[in-house]
């Protein structure tokens, strides 16, 4: 790399932003999804909307919301002021969305423009900037499954909604370290890249099951730990035929993936950890002793989530605190690649 370039704070500052932006988003959506208000704006624009702002606008867009499938099958019983409760989330959530387009678009172009960004970086920040319209055109794609004939997302795409938003925040994050360390990185070969690369793949299959478990609702069955219900596989695991299709779309199945691939990932990181810690590497020693604070965080939070049958402030930390894990993984990950001069 060029030591020409000065990689500018503003653009830092910028990078810091988008991922703090996203992991709020993260939030928001974990809100919307659990108040079930998703479904509740079924007419939208590319530039949005102002809000009802007074009663004859509420009950216009309530009108709109009665022709769904959602409140035909679901909510037929639902007021005005029931609606309002579960129209905001799902407001606040797209409005959100399309402020973060507008915190990385505009700054990006003023960016350029200055040559705050190296050109051999440029296609990483077109990439961020990709993965960002993708995201919101998985959301549109998700949210239109439930909106035709039955109330229901389908848990393949709020999965690839999820895990999307997951990569675009991991993404930028891994361009900020390479963007903050221009002109310093140089590539090493360190044993342990390889464990912590797995570890990542693990990782983002963990947030896929996950995706999963939260469209189908299979956190409210088998609401004990370490057993399901009394035993180490519940029979119901097993209920589907074929076999493997428990794995992607029963209840049981899912969740058994999900809670056993946990305890997995947290013993493979106890000890990827422990072994990198005591390889006396300075570098090394804070991103894997906060990876292995983040996993057994998420573990602890998962099993307090399914034992207390869901709790909404709950299982929005579980799901935010899984990418404060993956961003953790990525950073060692980052510092194992990668070493400065």
């Known amino acids: 790399m060029s030591t020409e370039f000065t990689p500018s704070k503003s653009v830092i500052v910028w990078l810091w932003s988008g991922i703090l932006l996203i992991l709020i988003m993260v ?62 989330w799902e407001y606040i959530h797209r409005m959100f969305g399309r402020m973060i387009g507008l915190v990385f678009i505009f700054p990006f172009v003023f960016f350029i423009i200055k040559r705050k960004i190296p050109m051999k970086l440029l296609p990483q920040f077109l990439i961020i900037l990709g993965l960002g319209a993708s995201q919101a055109l998985l959301g549109w794609f998700m949210v239109k499954s439930g909106l035709i004939d039955v109330p ?33 990185l140089k590539r090493q070969a360190n044993t342990w890249t390889r464990w912590v690369g797995l570890l990542i793949v693990l990782l983002i299959t963990q947030i896929i099951f996950g995706g999963f478990v939260a469209g189908l609702k299979a956190g409210w069955v088998h609401n004990t730990w370490p057993l399901m219900d009394g035993s180490l596989i519940a029979p119901s695991v097993f209920a589907m035929n074929p076999t493997w299709i428990n794995f992607f779309e029963g209840k049981s199945g899912v969740q058994f993936i999900h809670r056993t691939l946990g305890i997995l990932i947290f013993l493979y990181v106890t000890f990827v950890s422990w072994r990198i810690v005591r390889l006396g590497d300075k570098p090394l020693v804070a991103p894997a002793m906060l990876l292995a604070f983040s996993i057994f965080t998420q573990v602890t939070l998962g099993v307090l989530t399914l034992l207390l049958l869901v709790p909404i402030s709950l299982a929005v930390v579980h799901q935010v605190f899984a990418l404060v894990t993956l961003l953790s993984g990525v950073w060692l990950w980052h510092r194992l690649k990668y070493a400065r001069n």
């Open 27 to 88: 939030s928001i959506g974990g809100l919307t999804r659990l108040t079930h208000s998703g479904l509740s704006m079924i007419h939208w624009t590319f530039t949005g909307s102002l809000p009802p702002m007074n009663d004859v606008e509420w009950n216009i867009e309530f009108d709109k919301y009665k022709t769904s499938p959602e409140f035909v099958e679901l909510h037929n019983h639902f007021a005005l002021e029931d609606f309002k409760s579960i129209f905001w």
């Open 152 to 184: 229901r997302v389908s848990h393949y795409r709020l999965s690839a909604h999820l895990i999307t938003a997951f990569l675009t925040c991991t993404y930028i994050f891994w361009v900020l370290l390479n963007y903050s360390g221009f002109g310093k």
